[in-house]
């Protein structure tokens, strides 16, 4: 990581990890730019996609835990990015039953 790039998660983690001190949540950027790709606002989120790139976010969205995603968050991230619904995650993978609901 670069030193705007640590920068930016950290003051990220600080917005969208608040309950982990930023140093601590830095050793996990995933899970800080899995987090703004959640609940992130279009600002937050460009920020985070222009540092990792679309291939490390496509691999985010593929490697996701269950929970990490809201189905609303998970359904746009797939129209975002291109990727097929199915083969992802397991956890996330039925999103048309969870948005109908």
Same mark, same amino acid.
């Given at each position: 990581?670069?030193?705007?790039?640590?920068?930016?998660?950290?003051?990220?983690?600080?917005?969208?990890?608040?309950?982990?001190?930023?140093?601590?949540?830095?050793? &996990?950027?995933?899970?800080?730019? +899995?987090?703004?790709?959640? @609940?992130?606002?279009?600002?937050?989120?460009? /920020?985070?996609? $222009?540092?990792?790139?679309?291939?490390?976010?496509?691999?985010?969205?593929?490697?996701?835990?269950?929970?990490?995603?809201?189905? &609303?968050?998970?359904?746009?991230? +797939?129209?975002?990015?291109? @990727?097929?619904?199915?083969?992802?995650?397991? /956890?996330?993978? $039925?999103?048309?039953?969870?948005?109908?609901?």
């Amino acid at each position: 990581m670069t030193d705007s790039e640590i920068i930016l998660f950290k003051t990220l983690a600080a917005k969208y990890l608040w309950w982990m001190l930023p140093d601590e949540a830095l050793k &996990r950027p995933e899970r800080i730019a +899995i987090q703004v790709m959640n @609940l992130g606002d279009f600002a937050d989120g460009t /920020a985070v996609l $222009d540092a990792v790139g679309e291939d490390q976010a496509r691999e985010f969205l593929t490697h996701a835990e269950a929970g990490q995603f809201s189905p &609303r968050s998970w359904h746009s991230g +797939i129209i975002d990015w291109g @990727l097929p619904n199915q083969g992802l995650c397991a /956890a996330n993978a $039925d999103t048309e039953s969870m948005l109908k609901s």
